[in-house]
């Protein structure tokens, strides 16, 4: 049964940096992807890693966000630096067997598996 978990969110001065972890159980994914989600708005596509290695991220996060994952530990990550008021938000991990370029890398939300979410909140 597929199942992926994300935690190391938490709250954080601006500036500040976190790493999330997701956890992927039952299968090797093609591609995986963080998304957010801020109250009141909907969610969007932070980063995605496909399993050749190529990686995608959104404009706003790039040049301080990090996606990566450990084949051999099935687990994806996200390195985030220089933390920012506007990056709070719910951290949702998504998971699919199609290859990026056909999921549409974190540009869609047309992942098939989807993790339960981890809290960031950024103060400034």
């Known amino acids: 049964q597929a199942q992926l978990v994300e935690s190391g969110g938490g709250s954080v001065q601006a500036g500040g940096s976190l790493r999330l972890s997701c956890a992927a159980s039952g299968y090797t994914y093609s591609c995986m992807g963080w998304f957010r989600q801020a109250p009141g708005k909907e969610r969007e596509g932070v980063a995605a890693i496909d399993i050749d290695g190529s990686t995608s991220y959104a404009d706003s996060v790039k040049g301080r966000f990090t996606i990566s994952k450990d084949n051999a530990k099935n687990t994806l990550y996200l390195h985030m630096n220089s933390l920012k008021p506007e990056d709070t938000a719910m951290y949702y991990c998504?998971?699919?067997?199609?290859?990026?370029?056909?999921?549409?890398?974190?540009?869609?939300?047309?992942?098939?598996?989807w993790g339960q979410g981890t809290q960031v909140t950024v103060s400034s």
């Open positions: 998504a998971a699919d067997f199609l290859k990026c370029v056909m999921v549409g890398y974190q540009r869609t939300l047309n992942y098939q598996y």
